[in-house]
Every structure is written in structure tokens, then in C-alpha cells.
């Protein structure tokens, strides 16, 4: 085989397909998110981000540079090692118990992303459980449906939030089969929100676990940034909450909060937790900054669900489609792959303004989109240059100005 011309052949069929995934190269100015400079070769412009997962502005806050600073400054820059040999240093412990307290819950684990959290913790437990059934929300993660695969445990998908489906496939099977039912909160392309209370209703009526992510709710719902599970008082019916240190925290990393013995046995039996280097101890500290600062603080979360409203608010008055849906997620609704590109590429050439194109396979296609994330860090003038532009490129995508041989 000649394996270059290989890789050559199958990326240029993502080509064709429009699904190349092209990163933009932003370097953020510290104290002036959402504002980066992006860097096109040999050439660098100022930029406006609408499509950070940063959602409230932590990767930036001074409370979360400090503690960083500090930890760096005390213990240096890396763990040096696994958890089970010397990687735990003291600010992954109180780490944990900082997310223990957030979720309620007795203990909590870390993991190097809420990928790896996703992954290790569903993989293990699907995997472990003697003849465990896996029951997956249709819309879920790939870091859920990758763990899941990887436990090679029986599994069925339920329609997307459907009650009834849910409720299909749980009666059909013993009540005494291990059941694990997997799903999100907030889920991240439409921003619609799962029926948890009734969820848990199902799991308790057919003695079902749950497992729920929590990975764009984190810090942002609930009194003290406890996620959807909070802010309905339901944190307590679930078996195991899994969360980002990487979104609302702003900083990276992934855990999973449960009882005791539930997390001691992913401690000791998942690969994905044991081998592999714990996170940078700085890391550790920035993020329990974070979830510190957003127990207390309303502030964050408040603001940004104002300019969430306005920007909603101001793309009615625009007449620019977007699902109407319970959370700070805002799709604005193309419909089209090569449309949704070229408005992102214009919105970023000739404006400054940055929002990544969604398309298929992260959306099915019809559904291409972009989603943009308001945070509070976004200026009134940022989002009336973004109505003003998004406004004028819509309208040109309605007409037939817009430059399909271009692309
Ligand atoms: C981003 C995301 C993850 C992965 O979290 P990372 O910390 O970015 O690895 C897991 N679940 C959902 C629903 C996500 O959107």
C-alpha cells in the first residue's frame, strides 16, 4: 500500500464532502476575552470569539490566574506521575472534595478530560457489572458512546428525551438485570434540556442506575453552579453526575461525582483513570478557584444569562431563525453545509467575528448550523456588530449573492 497517497485520498473525500475541519489559530489577550488575535499566515486580526465553551468568562477570571500563578510558584509545573505513584499532590484531593460538596455526593474523581471521564467511568462500569445493560439517549456524547462501545456491554439507544421509549426498553427486561441509564442534562448542539426528575422516576421503578453529564451545565445552573441536577433538587437521585473542569470552570479536566464505594471501584478498576499522568497540580488549583468562586457567586451566571436573552431578543427582531430552547446554548438554524461555511468564513474574514460552522456528522445533514455561546464578557457593542453582520450575510444567503463557485 502507499500509505501517503492513502491518507491524501480519504482526506480529500472529507474535502469534497465539506467536512474538512479547518481550526482557527486564536491566541486570547488575558483580561480582554472575548477579544484574540487570530493568526493567518504570516498576518495577525483581531477577532471577536461567539463560540467559546468558556461560557462565563473563568478562563480569564483573576481569582482562577491567581491560584494558578500560585500553585506553579509553590509546587511547580507538572504531577510527575500516575495517581497511584506519585501524582497525587494535595490540590487534586481538595479538588475532589470540592466536587463532592458541589454535587452532594460523597466522593468525586478526577479525570484528564470529561472525555477520559466519560469514557473510563461508562467503559468500566458497563464493563464490570455482571450482565449490565446500557441504555443511551440517541443524542449522547461520543465520549459516552465510545465508553460504552469499549465495555462491550449489551446496549440500546432511546429516542432522544423520549419517556415512553425509555420506559419501552426497561420493561421488557428482568427487573433484576443490571440497568444503566446514560443521558446529559443540557444537551450541546440544540441546548434542550433532559426530563431528569422523570428519568429518575423510570430508573427507580425499574431499578435502573443513572448516569448523568453535566458537561455544559456545570457552573452555570443551580445556586451554586451544581448543574440542572441542582437547580431542581434532584442531585441526590442520581447514581453518578459527570462534569468538565474545561467549559464553565474554564480551565480542563473531567470528573465524575457518586457514593463512595461507586467511585472507589472506577478508582481502582478503570485503565483510563490509573494509567495515565494526573493533571498539573496548577490545574488542579485553577479549577477548584473556579467551582469555589461560582458557589457563591451569582454574578457570572446571571450576566450571562442576560446577554443570552439579548441576543435571543435581537435575533427575532432580525428575523434570523434559531431553536427557541431552555438553556444559554443559541443554534442559529443554515440548513445548509456550504451556506453555514461561508457565512462563518465571512463572519470572520471581513467582520472579526469568530463562530465555528457546525455541520454534519456533529449535526445530521439539513441541520447545519451555527451555535453561539453569549458570555458575559461579551460588550453590548460586540452584539450589536454581531446582529448588524449576521443580518447583512443572511440576507445575501436569501438572495443569490452569495458566492457558491467561491467556495
Ligand atoms: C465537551 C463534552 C465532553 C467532554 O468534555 P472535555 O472536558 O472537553 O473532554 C463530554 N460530554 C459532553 C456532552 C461534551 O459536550
Request: charged share 20%; aromatic share 6%.
Amino acid at each position: 500500500m502507499d500509505y501517503q497517497t492513502y491518507f491524501r485520498s480519504e482526506l480529500d473525500h472529507l474535502r469534497e464532502q465539506g467536512n474538512y475541519r479547518v481550526f482557527a489559530d486564536l491566541e486570547r489577550e488575558r483580561g480582554n476575552f472575548p477579544n484574540a488575535d487570530n493568526h493567518i499566515s504570516n498576518a495577525v486580526r483581531k477577532v471577536t470569539i461567539w463560540c467559546s465553551n468558556d461560557y462565563l468568562g473563568m478562563g480569564q477570571h483573576p481569582t482562577v490566574l491567581n491560584a494558578m500563578h500560585d500553585a506553579i510558584d509553590r509546587v511547580g509545573a507538572g504531577a510527575g506521575g500516575t495517581r497511584n505513584i506519585s501524582g497525587t499532590t494535595h490540590h487534586h484531593v481538595l479538588l475532589e472534595r470540592e466536587l463532592a460538596d458541589l454535587h452532594g455526593k460523597e466522593s468525586a474523581l478526577l479525570f484528564t478530560s470529561g472525555y477520559v471521564s466519560n469514557w473510563a467511568a461508562l467503559g468500566t462500569l458497563a464493563a464490570k457489572i455482571p450482565n449490565c445493560l446500557v441504555i443511551s439517549d440517541s443524542l449522547n456524547h461520543a465520549s459516552m458512546i465510545e465508553g460504552i462501545r469499549h465495555s462491550k456491554a449489551e446496549r440500546k439507544i432511546w429516542k432522544h428525551n423520549d419517556l415512553a421509549d425509555l420506559e419501552r426498553l426497561l420493561a421488557e427486561q428482568p427487573l433484576d438485570r443490571p440497568k444503566l441509564i446514560a443521558f446529559e442534562s443540557v444537551y450541546s448542539m440544540d441546548g434542550d434540556i433532559a426530563p431528569i426528575r422523570e428519568i429518575c422516576d423510570l430508573a427507580d421503578k425499574y431499578n435502573a442506575m443513572t448516569y448523568l453529564d453535566e458537561v455544559h451545565a456545570v457552573g452555570m445552573y443551580g445556586p451554586r453552579g451544581g448543574g440542572i441536577a441542582e437547580r431542581e433538587g434532584l442531585m441526590d437521585r442520581l447514581t453518578v453526575i459527570e462534569g468538565t473542569l474545561g467549559k464553565a470552570f474554564g480551565v480542563m479536566g473531567g470528573y465524575i461525582a457518586a457514593s463512595r464505594d461507586l467511585v472507589d471501584f472506577v478508582r481502582s478498576f478503570a485503565s483510563g483513570f490509573i494509567f495515565t499522568t494526573a493533571l498539573p497540580p496548577a490545574v488542579a488549583a485553577g479549577a477548584c478557584a473556579a467551582i469555589k468562586h461560582l458557589k457563591t457567586s451569582q454574578t457570572e451566571r446571571d450576566s450571562q444569562q442576560a446577554k443570552v436573552a439579548e441576543v435571543r431578543a435581537r435575533l427575532d427582531a432580525a428575523g434570523i431563525p434559531h431553536i427557541e430552547n431552555p438553556s444559554h446554548i443559541i443554534p442559529v438554524m443554515v440548513g445548509d453545509p456550504v451556506k453555514c461555511k461561508w457565512i462563518s468564513d465571512v463572519l470572520m474574514d471581513r467582520y472579526g467575528i469568530y463562530i465555528q460552522p457546525i455541520n454534519y456528522p456533529t449535526v445530521p445533514k439539513g441541520t447545519e448550523r451555527l451555535r453561539i455561546t453569549p458570555s458575559p464578557v461579551h460588550s453590548d457593542a460586540d452584539i450589536d456588530h454581531l446582529i448588524d453582520a449576521l443580518g447583512e450575510l443572511w440576507a445575501q444567503c436569501q438572495s443569490a449573492q452569495m458566492p457558491m463557485a467561491a467556495q
